[in-house]
């Protein structure tokens, strides 16, 4: 049982119905689900999870599952087919699916900014509601989980997002060039308290006042890389009202925010906002089977033309134009196909590809000042005169049948290659050059053939450390959704 703050308990109290003392129980002795979201963009199903049942509010994607198995012993977990995610939090989709569907009829190619976007799990919800014509940037500031992000990203294999890693206020100079904003701030953390003991043991009064402080100098930000008419979806996973309800208040007051409706509110025990005339919706443990979660939809005022949210679209003057090396586009041909445009990243020695109809945009987002991490699927690195290709291409949803051979993988041998081993024991004639290694025909990864052995490429930052054993465990999900 965990000892909640005096303090947290005296305001928990004070808020009343629906938090009070339901919730000051479950935070202290509740159990935590456990919830995975699949990646159906690379054929992941749910055609046999055992006791599963599924997320209201995750459009068929999103499910619980009866006890927590070792996922990292799960191939497909390593191979993006599915993320591990808190069922609250999969409430994101739902809200993006439904903006679009009401807002964005009009052949609108949409540009989404996710602003806090570590470790990932929202992002890849919004990139899986959004029109395939969309295109992402997802931000985070700390250089760690800004590296967990993108790992993420790269696995859901998706071909329409940028990863950049940098403060909001980089973001605002970009000006209103986003459709939709998401905003979910960082925060006091209380609606983590039930699985985290350290959300419990740093929470006082005065790290609120601290997060609504912070909280507003990023929405404040946010704001001018919103176009006029977008929407801002604010998140937050705490109770307080003063980083939640006021926040809503404070955009209202002073941007002449819109509070936006959305269905949310008409799941089974999601609760409205507490003391406000705007409309809120508040995940609530013990009312809900997830985490705490607050959310809110507003809108920028269609007729804001002030000079802040004069959409920019150019990148920075005097930015030049960078040369793709010889064979770059021909190889994106050959792996990805015509529906893409080859770039060259800042970094100059990474070849990338991006959706044709985003390419503009992309390369705006590439020249237009940020820390870009990744932009696209990253398809080769340049070494010398020769394109090694990257991990990310293997991962990529989109890779074509065909653009290497395949090396099939049994459970034991797929473990061992994602724990870095090498490979020469199963080579079985394969033919020199790079391969692609597979379980159950979806890609683990890249290896290159050099004769009597196979350099295994899987990234070194990423390889499993623990033991692992010599036949799939009985619960991993592989075995029930693929």
Same mark, same amino acid.
């Given at each position: 049982?965990?000892?909640?703050h005096?303090e947290f308990?005296?305001?928990i109290?004070?808020l009343?119905?629906p938090?009070g003392?339901?919730l000051?129980?479950?935070?202290?002795?509740?159990?935590?689900s456990v919830?995975?979201?699949l990646?159906?963009?690379?054929?992941?199903?749910?055609v046999?999870?055992t006791?599963?049942?599924?997320?209201p509010?995750?459009?068929?994607? *999103?499910?619980?599952?009866?006890?927590?198995?070792?996922?990292?012993?799960?191939? @497909?977990w390593h191979? *993006?087919?599915?993320?591990v995610?808190d069922?609250s939090?999969?409430a994101? *989709?739902a809200?993006v699916?439904? $903006?679009?569907e009401r %807002?964005?009829?009009?052949?609108?190619q949409?540009?989404?900014l996710?602003a806090c976007?570590?470790p990932?799990?929202?992002?890849?919800?919004?990139?899986d509601?959004?029109?395939?014509d969309? %295109?992402?940037l997802?931000?985070?500031?700390?250089f760690r989980?800004?590296s967990?992000?993108?790992?993420?990203?790269?696995k859901?294999?998706?071909s329409?997002v940028?990863?950049? !890693?940098?403060?909001t206020?980089?973001?605002?100079?970009?000006?209103?060039?986003f459709?939709?904003v998401?905003?979910d701030v960082p925060c006091?953390?209380?609606g983590?308290?039930?699985?985290?003991?350290?959300?419990?043991?740093q929470?006082t009064?005065? $790290?609120?006042?601290?997060?609504?402080? #912070?909280q507003r100098?990023?929405l @404040?930000n946010?704001?001018?890389t $919103?176009?006029p008419? /977008?929407?801002?979806?604010y998140?937050?996973c &705490? %109770?307080?009202?003063a980083?939640?309800?006021e926040?809503?208040?404070?955009l209202v007051?002073n941007?002449?925010?819109?509070? +936006?409706? +959305?269905?949310l509110?008409?799941?089974? /025990?999601?609760?409205?906002?507490? =003391?406000t005339p705007?409309?809120?919706? #508040? %995940?609530?443990?013990g009312?809900?089977?997830?985490?705490?979660?607050f959310?809110?939809?507003l809108?920028k005022?269609a007729?804001?033309?002030s000079?802040?949210c !004069?959409?920019r679209?150019?990148?920075r003057k005097? +930015?030049?134009?960078?040369?793709?090396?010889?064979?770059?586009?021909?190889?994106?041909?050959?792996?990805l196909g015509?529906g893409f445009?080859a770039m060259?990243m800042?970094?100059g020695a990474?070849l &990338?590809?991006?959706?044709a109809?985003? @390419?503009?945009f992309?390369?705006?987002?590439?020249?237009?000042?940020l820390?870009i991490l990744?932009c696209g699927?990253?398809?080769a690195?340049?070494r010398?005169?020769?394109?090694a290709?990257c991990?990310a291409?293997?991962?990529?949803a989109?890779? #074509?049948?065909?653009?290497?051979?395949v090396?099939?993988?049994?459970?034991?041998?797929?473990?061992?290659?994602l724990h870095?081993?090498?490979l020469?024991d199963?080579?079985?004639?394969?033919p020199r050059?790079?391969?692609?290694p597979?379980y159950r /025909?979806k890609?683990?990864?890249l290896?290159?053939c050099?004769g009597?052995r196979a350099?295994?490429?899987?990234? =070194?930052?990423w !390889?499993l450390?623990?033991?692992?054993? @010599?036949?799939a465990?009985a619960?991993?999900?592989t075995?029930?959704?693929l």
């Amino acid at each position: 049982m965990k000892t909640l703050h005096p303090e947290f308990i005296k305001m928990i109290t004070a808020l009343g119905e629906p938090l009070g003392a339901g919730l000051l129980h479950e935070l202290s002795c509740g159990t935590p689900s456990v919830a995975i979201r699949l990646n159906r963009a690379k054929g992941a199903a749910a055609v046999a999870l055992t006791d599963a049942t599924e997320v209201p509010w995750s459009g068929g994607q *999103g499910f619980y599952l009866p006890r927590r198995p070792v996922f990292a012993l799960d191939p @497909a977990w390593h191979q *993006g087919l599915y993320y591990v995610q808190d069922a609250s939090s999969m409430a994101l *989709g739902a809200v993006v699916a439904e $903006l679009v569907e009401r %807002f964005f009829q009009d052949n609108t190619q949409i540009r989404y900014l996710d602003a806090c976007a570590a470790p990932g799990g929202k992002t890849l919800a919004a990139v899986d509601a959004l029109p395939s014509d969309a %295109f992402v940037l997802a931000n985070e500031y700390d250089f760690r989980r800004a590296s967990i992000l993108t790992e993420n990203v790269v696995k859901h294999g998706s071909s329409n997002v940028a990863v950049s !890693r940098g403060d909001t206020a980089r973001l605002a100079a970009l000006g209103p060039v986003f459709d939709i904003v998401a905003a979910d701030v960082p925060c006091s953390g209380e609606g983590m308290m039930r699985k985290d003991d350290e959300a419990v043991a740093q929470w006082t009064p005065a $790290l609120v006042d601290s997060c609504v402080a #912070r909280q507003r100098e990023i929405l @404040a930000n946010l704001w001018q890389t $919103l176009r006029p008419g /977008g929407f801002l979806i604010y998140s937050t996973c &705490t %109770f307080n009202r003063a980083e939640n309800e006021e926040n809503v208040a404070w955009l209202v007051d002073n941007y002449g925010a819109e509070s +936006v409706p +959305v269905a949310l509110s008409d799941y089974p /025990g999601v609760a409205g906002g507490i =003391d406000t005339p705007y409309a809120c919706c #508040r %995940f609530i443990p013990g009312r809900i089977d997830g985490e705490g979660l607050f959310l809110a939809v507003l809108r920028k005022d269609a007729a804001d033309i002030s000079p802040s949210c !004069r959409r920019r679209d150019k990148g920075r003057k005097g +930015v030049k134009p960078v040369a793709l090396p010889s064979g770059g586009a021909e190889y994106v041909l050959r792996c990805l196909g015509d529906g893409f445009k080859a770039m060259l990243m800042p970094d100059g020695a990474t070849l &990338t590809a991006v959706p044709a109809a985003s @390419a503009d945009f992309a390369s705006t987002l590439r020249d237009g000042g940020l820390d870009i991490l990744a932009c696209g699927i990253a398809v080769a690195a340049l070494r010398g005169r020769e394109l090694a290709p990257c991990h990310a291409l293997a991962m990529a949803a989109s890779l #074509r049948a065909g653009s290497f051979p395949v090396l099939d993988l049994d459970y034991r041998s797929a473990m061992a290659y994602l724990h870095g081993d090498a490979l020469s024991d199963i080579l079985d004639g394969a033919p020199r050059g790079y391969l692609l290694p597979c379980y159950r /025909g979806k890609a683990l990864g890249l290896a290159k053939c050099v004769g009597r052995r196979a350099n295994n490429l899987y990234p =070194d930052q990423w !390889r499993l450390r623990s033991a692992f054993p @010599a036949d799939a465990p009985a619960d991993v999900v592989t075995t029930h959704c693929l």
